[in-house]
């Protein structure tokens, strides 16, 4: 089924399952607007929800009591980038009837085949990587044959849907997806190792590398990477601003997975219930778009010129 947004998808799939009375598991690393939703607006509906270690893997089933209900993943995490372990999480659940539901944006189905793993329903902010020119809108969920009716009933009571036109661009872009994302992987790739060599640098969370929590849940897993990663920098959240201000081809963008590259300043300690975040306070994700790689990392070396003149 396809949404407005990806947005929409992700509270549609969950209202396509959960009523009055359940518990819902959500990974401590998700996208922050799902925290949202489920804090606000399910709460209201008497739908609760509780977080959980995004490394939990097998364990999940500490967390199950008898009125849970489903389960919403994202691997890898929002803006952290741990790797979820999802056959295991989707064994568990399915043992004991309760739903899984991944947000597979970073992933795409190109790199990541979410029901083969076990999962029921996949949600996609198709405004990322399938439409790839970031210029619409658009969200897709799909279902395993035990979900697939109530994920489209729900859909129809609530009348979402994609408008002819963004459908359309939103096909024209899948036709050259496979193609973006082998360079998204390549460049961000090239980026995320050129700024582990970087004396400033601290950690850079990609999947791909082997520092990254999962990452070997990712090799055995997923078929590659795309272009969002973060990085985090020793020293202040000023000095990470720093660094963004001084960036000409990197533009500031909340949204990503477009032919250009952006940079954002991102404050995961302020997501966090389950597992605190430590990893540092300057962390920057970046977005490495279509644009020559020598380029990015000049504009990128300018940034950390200019971060080095802030105490
Ligand atoms: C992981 C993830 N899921 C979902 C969304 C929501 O997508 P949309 O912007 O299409 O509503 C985003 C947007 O940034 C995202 O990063």
Known sequence: MLYPSGVAAISCALLAVLKPGDVLLMTDSAYDPSRSFADGFLKRFGIETRYFDPMI?????????????????????????EVQDIPAICASAKAQGICTLLDNTWATPYFFTAIEKGVDITILAATKYIVGHSDVMAGSVSANAKYWNMVAAAARAMGQILSPDDAYLAARGLRTMA????????SALKIAHWLQGRSEVVRVLHPGLPDCPGHSIWQRDFTGSSGLF????????????????????????????????????????????????????????????????????????????AASKVT
């Open 57 to 81: 893997g097998g364990d999940i089933a500490s967390q199950f009591c008898a009125r849970t209900k489903a389960i919403l993943l994202e691997s890898p995490g929002s803006l952290t980038f």
């Open 179 to 186: 193609v973006r994302l082998r360079q998204h992987e390549a």
């Open 230 to 305: 973060s990085f985090v920098i020793d020293g202040s959240k000023a000095k990470a601003a720093a660094l963004i201000d001084a960036l000409t081809l990197f533009g500031i963008g909340y949204s990503w997975g477009g032919f250009e590259s952006l940079a954002l300043p991102v404050h995961p300690e302020k997501f966090r219930s389950a597992v605190p975040w430590t990893g540092g306070d300057a962390i920057i994700r970046l977005q490495i778009g279509l644009e020559d790689t020598d380029d990015l990392i000049a504009d990128l070396a300018n940034g950390f010129e």
